[in-house]
């Protein structure tokens, strides 16, 4: 087994793992750099090389539970989502993402507009500053709030379940709040 061929064939499937739940990517890439250190030197513990994937991917697991140890104080690899899980959290977050649009669309306008420029479209906040022509220190301000409000809105017309991480596995609809509510 040959080290630099163990590296290209999972580099990018490792990544994509660790970027599911790290978000930035220097990080996720730091992390992925601790994996295959562990990997070189405990290779000599793996006894069955047709199992080299699997292997990987439980250091890929434990070396996030010890990033997230690190950060937060706290975390078990039970916290962690599975493969199985993760296709579940994915479709609970695209029916979730595919309400934000009408949400946002009910936010006050000058929220609104700084959502979907920002989040929607891409826009910097500099950018978007720029755009508005407001300060760059309003235009942070005017996301924060519109995300507030948005979390807001979506938190009264439903409940969600989430890791300890916050993300999305599951939820409910809130009985008590608007009928007309696509879910």
Known sequence: MHIETVWNE??????R???KSVTDKATAEDLLQNVFLKMLTNIESLKDST???SWLFQITRNTMVDHFRKAQKEGD???LPLEEDDE???DVMDEVESWVAPF?????EKYREALILSEIKGMSQKELALHLGISYSAAKTRVHRGRLLLKQKLTECCIFYTDKYGNIMNYESN????KSCNN
Do not use: E, G, T, V
Request: hydrophobic share 35%; charged share 20%.
């Open 10 to 15: 999972y580099y990018d499937q490792l990544l």
């Open 17 to 19: 793992f660790i970027r």
């Open 51 to 53: 199992k080299i994937k």
């Open 77 to 79: 690899i039970a916290s």
């Open 88 to 90: 579940i959290s994915d």
């Open 104 to 108: 946002i669309n009910r936010l006050p």
């Open 175 to 178: 009985p008590n709040y608007c």
